[in-house]
């Protein structure tokens, strides 16, 4: 297992933006196929979006398809989640996840293995 690590989280009002990111202690992100999930207070952990160990293969859940993408910079070793035009709804604790593996898709919790601790991201209405 490796260590992911979140940051990018915060405040931001209806409509606003915000990026996440996420790179993995002491590892390049190669090989690893990678996952964005967020979870609501009472709510189940749920997928948002992945991408797989070449960088070339992308996947978001339906809710995330207009508005979030999600890339990876090789050269940075990070993974990002760009979010657009957020909403109250939106409001969750983000988790970045990964997986050393080639397998795709990859949208459940259980196809990964190493989780971050979590970004706070607040929409305001």
């Known amino acids: 297992q490796v260590q992911p690590v979140e940051s990018g989280g915060g405040l931001v009002q209806t409509g606003g933006s915000l990026t996440l990111s996420c790179t993995i202690s002491?590892?390049?992100?190669?090989?690893?196929?990678m996952g964005w999930f967020r979870q609501s207070p009472g709510k189940n952990r749920e997928f948002v979006a992945a991408i797989n160990w070449s960088g070339y293969g992308t996947y978001r859940s339906m809710f995330a398809k207009d508005r979030f993408n999600i890339s990876r910079d090789m050269v940075k070793n990070t993974l990002y989640l760009q979010m657009n035009n957020l909403k109250p709804e939106d409001t969750a604790v983000y988790y970045c996840?990964?997986?050393?593996?080639?397998?795709?898709?990859?949208?459940?919790?259980?196809?990964?293995?190493?989780w971050g601790q979590g970004t706070q991201v607040t929409v305001s209405s």
């Open positions: 996840a990964a997986e050393l593996t080639k397998r795709w898709p990859l949208v459940s919790v259980d196809d990964f293995g190493s």
């Open positions: 002491g590892r390049t992100l190669s090989g690893f196929g």
